[in-house]
């Protein structure tokens, strides 16, 4: 049985708005050479780019960190998004991370989470809700004081013996 | 024919551009759709929709091929519109057709979302 090789990285930035783009890029391009499933590079990256949105609105602090797993294949990912931010934050985070790992549907949830957007400026949840449903990748959270980790990932693919 | 209304703007890379053509509009989205630009993309399609009222417009042709991405806040900025529209009546509701490309992988399912949200008035082609 041959092994997929796995590329990764990390990276600390200064969680900014207009750096989230240049971050989803980077991953895109670098990736796409190397993975030949270029829909599962995309589901990377919108993950990378809505984790990197919300700690651009709602970290404190000017360090995020950022690492992204992949296994060349397609077949498994993990990216993960380090940094402090505000209780009322992390509290809004919890509820709606629990919510979303407790949905058996989560596209209905997402588009559930569209209507609930009308009419409000807060906070929503819906960049996440977009991870679970089109990037099909489960979303968890650790929690150690202000800091905050949400990890996106989905699990490898049964290999076939060779 | 005539073509009496422009409606553009361009930020960063993403740039948003309306014209009026017949009681149809045509809307043609390019680049990245992202946090940078929301404030902006709230604004144009606001007057997107003051234009479909003020023209009674049939229809909204949104060609959205060349948008590289666009992210979760933009895209709650359609469903505001979506939704405003679903909830007009008579010669105030128009239909929405989003352009799109095959190509561009968040398209389809993140139109398809959009989509479920008003199907009687939401249409998308490939």
């Known amino acids: 049985m041959q092994e997929s090789p796995t590329l990764s990285f990390g990276l600390q930035i200064q969680p900014q ?8 890029r980077f991953v895109e391009e670098s990736f796409e050479k190397i993975v030949g499933d270029p829909e599962a590079v995309f589901r990377v990256s919108l993950a990378v780019h809505e984790l990197l949105e919300n700690a651009a609105k709602y970290a404190v602090g000017d360090k995020t960190g950022l690492s992204v797993h992949f296994e060349s294949n397609g077949s498994a990912a993990s990216i993960t998004l380090t940094n402090q931010t505000t209780p ?17 549907e989560p596209v209905a949830l997402y588009r559930d989470m569209m209507r609930r957007t009308f009419g409000i400026q807060e906070e929503s949840g819906l960049g996440l809700a977009r991870i ?4 099909e990748l489960n979303l968890s959270l650790e929690i150690d004081g202000c800091m905050v980790t949400i990890v996106a990932s989905c699990l490898p693919t049964r290999r076939t013996p060779a | 024919m005539s073509n009496d209304w422009v409606e553009s703007m ?6 948003a551009q309306a014209t009026t053509t017949n009681r149809r509009i045509q809307v043609s989205l390019t680049g990245t759709a992202d946090l940078t630009v929301k404030t902006q993309l709230d604004h144009f399609l ?3 929709h003051t234009e479909a009222q003020r023209c009674l417009a049939e229809e909204v042709t949104v060609d959205v091929r060349q ?22 009546t008579g010669d105030g509701k128009y239909r929405i057709v989003f352009v799109s490309s095959p190509s561009m992988y968040w ?14 008035i939401i249409s998308v082609q490939a």
Do not use: P, Y
């Open chain 2, 67 to 88: 948008l590289e991405f666009m992210n979760s806040s933009c895209l709650k900025s359609f469903v505001w519109w979506i939704s405003t529209v679903q909830e007009q």
């Open chain 2, 10 to 15: 361009r930020e960063n890379d993403f740039t």
């Open chain 1, 17 to 24: 708005s207009r750096m989230v783009s240049i971050v989803r």
């Open chain 1, 88 to 104: 009322e934050h992390i509290e809004r985070l919890r509820a709606c991370i629990a919510e979303i790992q407790a949905s058996d």
């Open chain 2, 46 to 48: 606001h007057e997107v």
């Open chain 1, 132 to 135: 679970r449903a089109e990037g």
């Open chain 2, 107 to 120: 398209q389809r399912r993140s139109l398809n979302a959009l989509a479920c949200l008003a199907n009687e």
